[in-house]
């Protein structure tokens, strides 16, 4: 079974701290890709990687960045978190192309107090 | 922009009634269709997916999608549902790399 794995599924920051959220998966996919999904706007992509050291901007990409120093590892970080930050962040992978499905994880419910 | 695009946000059918959700996109060209499901609780994982061939797809579940070119949309169908369909169902979209989300449509089905 394909398993996206995310570090924590709860996080509760403070306004101004560098939030990291973890990705890990055990597939050897090529692409990685990190959401946040928001009651009544759907899943919104934030960043994706389709290889090591590789970034690309998503619709949303203010405020984040992200890191992938190994194939299976993407991460997601909030330099100085703010409270319009809280939401549900999902992680998901797939093999490179466009007939391969993407598989998610249970995602992270961060909340910026 | 390129989008997704659902039309019901929220759905609330009975029991044995019949489904159709909505979904265009706004791409041109080669496109890769998806439709994923969230239960409560639980991750988003796949109900099925177009890529090429028979615009009818049949995916888990008793569900079905058509792929329409000529109308740039992929409704998905279920002749009859069940309590256990409560969930929030996303069409998207696969293109440079990227899959791309439409905004969800909350169904809620009544026992």
Request: glycine share 12%; no cysteine.
């Given at each position: 079974d394909v398993k996206v794995t995310q570090s924590s599924r709860y996080l509760v920051k403070r306004t101004g701290e560098k939030v990291f959220l973890e990705c890990v998966q055990d597939?050897?996919?090529?692409n990685m890709f990190w959401y946040r999904q928001d009651p009544g706007l759907g899943l919104r992509l934030i960043y994706f990687s389709y290889d090591v050291k590789m970034k690309e901007k998503g619709d949303i990409p203010e405020g984040y960045s992200v890191s992938r120093e190994k194939k299976e590892r993407f991460s997601l970080i909030l330099e100085s978190a703010s409270t319009n930050q809280t939401s549900m962040y999902l992680c998901a992978s797939s093999f490179n192309g466009a007939s391969t499905e993407a598989f998610f994880g249970q995602g992270t419910r961060l909340t910026v107090v | 922009a390129q989008s997704v695009s659902q039309h019901n946000h929220h759905v609330i059918l009975s029991e044995a009634a019949s489904l159709e959700l909505g979904c265009n996109y706004s791409y041109g060209g080669t496109v890769n269709l998806f439709w994923y499901v969230q239960y409560p609780g639980q991750h988003l994982q796949l109900l099925l997916k177009y890529?090429?061939?028979?615009?009818l797809v049949k995916g888990i579940k008793g569900f079905e999608a058509e792929f329409i070119k000529s109308k740039f949309s992929f409704n998905l169908r279920k002749p009859s549902v069940q309590w256990s369909d409560t969930a929030e169902y996303f069409c998207a979209a696969y293109r440079d790399d990227k899959i791309i989300f439409g905004k969800g449509t909350r169904l809620h089905i009544l026992p």
């Open positions: 597939m050897d996919h090529e | 890529f090429s061939g028979d615009p």
